[in-house]
């Protein structure tokens, strides 16, 4: 683990300040890092996949809100998984080496996720389909992800 | 698609009556069915190794509450992804040939993933860690899954 994310084995402390002065305590080590990312993306990739096939009709419409709740959720854990500096698994050294970039993708995701709940919520699947194509994982992925062989 | 599920194709009408009288709606056809279940199964897959590792120390105590209540969530997805009896996948005949019993048990894995959200809110990771015991995949896995080669 990088020295960004110092104060290592302060488990259950609580704190530890990044650049950013995000909470981003209590991975044991780095690859406890990259393991929860990698368990907080495929989350997302479940949820993205179960809301497309709503959009498409073809799963159950009545479960837009919940589905879109779930996913907006997990985006909110991906800062505290990214911000520690923990090369390897998927991610790109680009990750770190531009996190100015990287970090406010990560911020408008949160923000565009909570958005997608709110028009669940407010509107159901109508609202939900036009905003979930604006939605790309590829966007980041591109950049930031090491390419699948 | 079974007969239980009948008046297909019915995918934006919103509520079909299956058995139990749940509104189980909108799928296109059998393979949605089973990609759905998938896709819930998944999501709590990943969201159960979260907090394992949350338990453990080896990852943010302070994203306790928000997996958990993503768990707990996609729980209450269950009852209508396995209500269509659509065989195949990786579900055995048995779902639906003990369905008492199955369903029985759905609604306790609701139950259950409910209250562990509701110790997570209120006593962190401290609670969450004995209860997170009691949740046991394996449990309906054994009887109710295909077997992985």
Same mark, same amino acid.
């Given at each position: 683990m990088n020295i960004r994310t110092a104060?290592?084995?302060? #488990?259950? !402390? &609580?704190i530890a300040f990044a650049g950013t002065l995000l909470?981003?305590?209590?991975?044991?080590?780095d690859q406890d890092v990259r393991d929860y990312r990698s368990h907080v993306m495929k989350t997302m990739g479940e949820q993205m996949a179960l809301l497309s096939k709503i959009t498409k009709g073809k #799963?159950? !419409? &009545?479960d837009v809100v919940a589905q879109a709740e779930v996913l907006s959720i997990s985006a909110g854990m991906l800062k505290v998984a990214f911000t520690p500096k923990v090369l390897g698994?998927?991610?790109?050294?680009e990750v770190w080496d531009k996190w100015e970039d990287f970090s406010k993708r990560l911020d408008d995701l949160v923000v565009a996720t909570a958005d997608l709940a709110k028009a669940a919520r407010q509107g159901g699947v109508a609202a939900v389909t036009p905003k979930l194509g604006g939605l790309s994982c590829k966007g980041c992925h591109d950049t930031y992800r090491v390419p699948k062989k």
């Open positions: 104060l290592p084995r302060l #488990a259950w !402390a &609580g909470p981003i305590s209590a991975f044991a080590d #799963a159950p !419409a &009545g698994g998927e991610s790109k050294p």
